[in-house]
């Protein structure tokens, strides 16, 4: 897959799910080791990991000339890859992966909120 605005010859990282969305966009999640990854205003988090490779779940135009959402997804203290991705009707994003991380961002409410082992997350994301 090759998204011109992300791709691997700027940026270090593999795309590892995909996801189509309503009217023709799509998200991807995966894992790069680039600290210039792009990211948007209002991301989750802007700055890659302490310790790379770290997820990363986008999304991109209909043409995959343009990012609307982009962040870096994970803890800081470890590794995090994007595994999959899936969306709704609503604009939420689905994604799952693996971290080592102890810090990994959980909610209120969360159904776990410490690392599991074998290490793993999924999360929701709200990107419409």
């Known amino acids: ?28 999640t995966g894992i790069t080791t680039s600290p210039n990854f792009p990211t948007t205003p209002g991301a989750l988090r802007s700055v890659i990991s302490e310790l790379s490779p770290d997820a990363f779940v986008a999304k991109l135009n209909a043409d995959g000339t343009a990012l609307i959402y982009s962040t870096f997804l994970g803890g ?14 609503s604009g939420n994003a689905y994604v799952t992966g693996n971290t080592i991380a102890s810090d990994f961002p959980t909610t209120p409410g969360a159904f776990q909120t410490v690392k599991p082992s074998p290490p793993g ?8």
Request: hydrophobic share 50%.
């Open 1 to 28: 897959m090759s998204i011109p605005l992300i791709s691997e010859e700027a940026v270090p990282m593999k795309v590892l799910g995909l996801s189509w969305i309503p009217f023709g966009n799509a998200m991807i």
């Open 121 to 128: 997350f999924s999360s929701c994301r709200s990107i419409v």
């Open 76 to 89: 800081v203290d470890g590794f995090n890859f994007g595994r999959s991705v899936a969306t709704d009707g």
